[in-house]
Nanobody, 124 residues
Framework: QVQLVESGGGLVQAGGSLRLSCAAS????????MGWFRQPPGKEREFVTF????????DYADSVKGRFTISRDNAKNTVYLQMNSLKPEDTAVYYC?????????????????WGQGTQVTVSS
């Protein structure tokens, strides 16, 4: 079955960096566009970034543009999220997901398989 496993979360001071990884199995990874979402405490899950399956086209939420970078390694079935200049408002559980449905890439309904999430906490 399809499995997505996130790792790399933790506690970091404001201004610091973290690199999240999402390892996929049970699917042909290179045929899936991938996204990262996050869910801050007490809030709904929100779009962070997206990467296409082949061309590597990307897009970001305005709140993370210029600070976060998504990338993928199809040979390793892994998608990454490099997070720099972290802020306390970036505190959330971060999820990776496969985009398997016909909604815009910012729409959570377009994603079918999800990881279990990894906690990122940014202290001020």
């Amino acid at each position: 079955q399809v499995q997505l496993v996130e790792s790399g979360g933790g506690l970091v001071q404001a201004g610091g960096s973290l690199r999240l990884s999402c390892a996929a199995s049970g699917l042909t990874f290179s045929t899936y566009a991938m996204g990262w979402f996050r869910q801050p405490p007490g809030k709904e899950r929100e779009f962070v970034t997206f990467i296409s399956r082949s061309t590597g086209s990307t897009d970001y939420a305005d709140s993370v543009k210029g600070r976060f970078t998504i990338s993928r390694d199809n040979a390793k079935n892994t998608v990454y999220l490099q997070m720099n200049s972290l802020k306390p408002e970036d505190t959330a559980v971060y999820y990776c997901a496969t985009r398997g449905r016909s909604y815009t890439y910012k729409d959570i309904r377009g994603y079918d398989y999800w990881g279990q999430g990894t906690q990122v906490t940014v202290s001020s």
